[in-house]
């Protein structure tokens, strides 16, 4: 039977949503997207978010979102220039550790933290991005052994193109063509404490069949929306491939990859961007993302969407839509 999307909080415009489930209890933690009036344009300024919910989902399969409140504002970050964008929660050792990105006042993305002792906050924001970050969209993952990790960058207005892959920043931004090596997204370990990178964010290998790196131009090569989740003992990487549309995915053995990629899951939407997470919840696994139908087409007015999807045998997801 195939599965159809259904849209999860009509009242209010929400992207981004990274789902989590914690305590037993399904929480989305989405973009938070209004009219700010600012003109479009390829830097993506008509993203302005400016503050966070989260919600609550009791039945991923036919209900609505609950919305548990605001979580914090552009105004109670002490670091923040503008554009809240992307963000993601982790829960170790009875804490929840909200990873977010936003741009600094000299208009350069980081990424910060906020810790909890609820899953609905409060949450008290470090005063300071983490030591190293840069670029936009974090993932957190705890994996089995209690380990954290963080998947994160975006290119173009997600500014990924200013740094090589060892995170140094370059003096003239440089965005692969043709059919040179594609971007690299980026991991770091967490501290234990989940407040600071462990290491330096190592570049992620995405390979074909064949084990070569994805070039520029191929329409399935990572641009921005990292997700990380495991699946009968492998890591499934995750992506949006922005200016193509598509949600991606690729198969490693460890969280740190390289990872083979293997299809999409889900086709272009209404909307320049698409971007998801991928949960598992009361034994069935769900695909949440977003739109821009609800809104008649204006892409930075997305709805938040949850559709169930299905593995193959051999591992594979099948595709949103497909039988
Ligand atoms: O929501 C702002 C940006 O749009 C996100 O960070 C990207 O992934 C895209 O969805």
Not at 94 to 119: E, N, R
Request: with cysteine; glycine share 8%.
């Amino acid at each position: 039977m195939s599965k159809t999307p259904h849209y999860l909080f009509p009242a209010d415009y929400m992207a981004d949503p990274s789902a989590n489930v914690f305590n037993g209890k399904l929480y989305v933690y989405p973009s938070h997207d209004w009219e700010s009036g600012i003109e479009e344009n390829d830097n993506g300024d008509h993203f302005n978010m400016k503050d966070y919910h989260v919600f609550r989902i009791d039945d991923p399969d036919n209900g609505e979102a609950v919305d548990c409140g605001l979580l914090f504002s552009t105004d109670d970050i002490p670091w923040a220039g503008r554009q809240l964008w992307d963000n993601d929660v982790v829960e170790k050792n009875g804490k929840y550790y909200l990873i977010f990105c936003m741009k600094d006042q000299t208009d350069v993305f980081h990424l910060g933290v906020a810790v909890a002792d609820s899953p609905e906050g409060p949450f008290a924001i470090q005063p300071d991005p983490i030591r190293g970050s840069y670029s936009i969209d974090p993932c957190v993952f705890k994996d089995d052994d209690g380990e954290v990790y963080c998947y994160f960058g975006g290119i173009w207005g997600g500014q990924l193109q200013r740094y090589d892959r060892n995170g140094k920043h370059l003096e003239n931004a440089h965005l692969p063509e043709g059919n040179e090596k594609a971007l690299p997204p980026r991991v770091a370990k967490m501290t234990d404490d989940v407040l600071q990178f462990a290491h330096e964010p190592k570049p992620i290998m995405i390979l074909d069949e064949n084990g070569e790196e994805l070039s520029a131009d191929n329409p399935h090569r990572f641009f921005e929306a990292s997700w990380m989740h495991k699946y009968n003992g492998k890591y499934y990487y995750s992506y949006s491939t922005g200016d193509s549309h598509y949600l991606c995915y690729a198969v490693g053995d460890n969280p740190y990859g390289p990872f083979t990629y293997k299809g999409v899951i889900l086709d272009p939407v209404v909307g320049w961007t698409t971007h998801h997470s991928i949960v598992e919840y009361k034994g069935k696994w769900y695909l949440f993302h977003h739109d821009s139908q609800p809104s008649g087409g204006r892409t930075w007015l997305r709805s938040m969407k949850v559709v169930e999807i299905e593995y193959n045998e051999d591992g594979t997801i099948k595709k949103v839509g497909e039988e």
